[in-house]
């Protein structure tokens, strides 16, 4: 079992930044693809971001050259970091995990292992 605890949400006013935070309870990042997803009010969640155990990053095309998904492993940390934040980004923000070499599919459903999220305001 491995719980993931997100940190780092906040209020920010447009063209802002935000750097997410997941902590894991055990070391994950070797084999395991870790994601960020996302899930605003009325709207389906949507995968924002992947990495996995070689460092490997997909992003949605939406924050693509805005977002950078990174991690230590030294210290079982996922980061996310939100430059350039409009008010389309507004949401809550999780994050995920699952046992594998690669992100070779990041859809949610792929993800076993979920955080309680944290949330992203961006104010126009």
């Known amino acids: 079992q491995v719980q993931l605890v997100e ?30 997803f996302r899930q605003a009010p009325g709207k389906e969640r949507e995968g924002v971001a992947a990495i996995d155990s070689e460092g490997f990053t997909n992003y949605a095309d939406f924050v693509k050259d805005r977002f950078t ?40 459903s792929d993800f076993r292992y979920w955080g309680q999220g944290t949330q992203v305001t961006v104010s126009s």
């Not at 780092?8 to 447009?14: D, F, H, P, Y």
């Not at 230590?72 to 996310?80: G, H, M, W």
């Not at 939100?82 to 995920?96: Q, R």
């Open 7 to 36: 940190s780092g949400g906040g209020s920010v006013q447009a063209g802002g930044s935000l750097r997410l935070t997941c902590v894991a309870s055990r070391y994950t990042y070797t084999t395991w693809c870790m994601g960020w």
């Open 69 to 108: 998904i990174s991690k230590d492993n030294a210290k079982n940390i996922l980061y996310l970091q939100m430059n350039s934040l409009n008010a389309e980004d507004t949401a809550m923000y999780y994050c995920a995990a699952y046992l594998a070499l690669s992100c070779r599919t990041w859809g949610g």
